[in-house]
Structure formats: structure tokens, C-alpha cells
């Protein structure tokens, strides 16, 4: 049975979803034109819905529950040609870029149970990026009681994975400092067509999530 409250795991995805090339900066207008048009729209709808397909197999998949689910879609203008310092913002007219926070919940009694669950749908499928690999196997092992901690004997505890296109971040398990809990999300206005911010369902929030 999948639990419905305690530990609280927050899965960031991010995804570059479109450019518009050139070599120099471009108004606001020019800028809400370009991101707005149907071709940039399409890459980002299509980026969106990859992103929230992972999102929706760590749910099936694995021993977390679904608890909310936070959509940022930005676009951000070039800049002008830099001859010195460069950054490659000179590069393009528009960036698009989009994140998606997923918040689950899971049973801080079984959280060896829970990692190796992750691990474990890691192996057969390559959206969940993480594995039984050396990192996974010491993190399990710490959750096990059968191994030390995998960042080092005086170290915090482990809240934090990494991989390519995003990270799994949560509620450390022997150190209840509040400050290392999952935080809630900052809120951003929504500015059609540069930026989007999407809370579902919107009267969600961490702290309801980890009760």
C-alpha cells in the first residue's frame, strides 16, 4: 500500500524548449511575438507534455504519490553583441526554457523500501534516471543500516540526487532540521507568452503534501 503522508520528495525536470536565433536584442513586443507563435508554442507544448509523462511514471512506477505539480515556462531576450565577456546571450533573439517540480509523498518508515523502489524502475526504464549504480547502491545501503553515510562520517544527511535534465530532492530522514525540508514553491505571475507559472491543483502546498 502506497503511503499518503510523512517524507516529501520534490523531482525538478528541466527542459531548454526553444531559441530563435539572430545576434542581437529584441524589444519586449518582438519578444512576446516570438514566444508566442505557433512553431515556439508547439516545442513548448511538446516539451511540456515529455516532461509531464516522466512526472506521471515516478507516480506509477514507483512508491511516491502524486501530490502536486508546479509548470514554469520562461522566455528570456538576448542581449546585444558582446565583444568582451561573452555569454552566449548575444547568440539569439529568445531563450525559452521550462521546469516542472513534482511534489510526492512517501513513508518515512520504509524510506529503504521507497529508495530502492526509485532505484529499481531506474533499471528498465530510462526516464527515471536513477539506478542501482554505485551512487544508488551506498544510498540504499545507508538506508539499510548496512552501510555509512554515502556523503562522508561527519556529513548531513542525504536529500539530494542528481541527473541529467533534473534532480530528486527530500525530507531528510535522521536530520529534522526545518531547514532542510523540501520548501513550498515561489510563486511567479503569469506573463502570456514569456512566462508561465502553473500550480496543479493550485490550493496545494508542501506542507499539506507532508501531512
Given amino acids: 500500500m502506497r503511503a499518503k503522508s510523512g517524507r516529501l520528495f520534490a523531482l525538478l525536470l528541466c527542459a531548454v524548449t526553444a531559441c530563435a536565433h539572430g545576434n542581437r536584442a529584441v524589444s519586449p513586443k518582438e519578444a512576446r511575438a516570438l514566444a508566442g507563435s505557433s512553431q515556439t508554442v508547439e516545442v513548448r507544448q511538446k516539451a511540456e507534455k515529455r516532461l509531464r509523462k516522466m512526472v506521471r511514471k515516478y507516480a506509477d512506477r514507483t512508491p511516491l504519490t502524486l501530490g502536486m505539480v508546479v509548470v514554469r515556462d520562461n522566455c528570456q531576450t538576448g542581449k ?12 539569439y533573439k529568445i531563450k525559452c526554457w521550462m521546469t516542472v517540480t513534482a ?44 552501510g555509512p553515510n554515502p556523503n562522508g562520517p561527519k556529513a548531513l544527511d542525504p536529500s539530494e ?51
Fill in 80 to 91: 546585444t553583441k558582446q565583444p568582451f565577456f561573452q555569454d552566449g546571450s548575444d547568440t
Fill in 161 to 211: 540526487v542528481f541527473a541529467w535534465g533534473g534532480s530528486l530532492t527530500w525530507d531528510p530522514v535522521h536530520d529534522h532540521g526545518p531547514k532542510r525540508l523540501v520548501e513550498e514553491p515561489y510563486a511567479a505571475r503569469n506573463d502570456p507568452s514569456v512566462q508561465r507559472f502553473l500550480p496543479e491543483p493550485e490550493s496545494a502546498t508542501v506542507a499539506g503534501i507532508r501531512k
Fill in 103 to 146: 511534489y510526492y509523498g512517501a513513508d518515512p518508515r520504509h524510506m529503504d523500501d521507497v529508495v530502492d523502489g526509485i532505484l529499481t524502475a531506474g533499471a528498465s526504464d530510462p526516464d527515471i534516471p536513477f539506478t542501482h549504480d554505485e551512487t544508488g547502491s551506498k544510498l540504499l545501503a545507508y538506508y539499510r543500516n548496512n
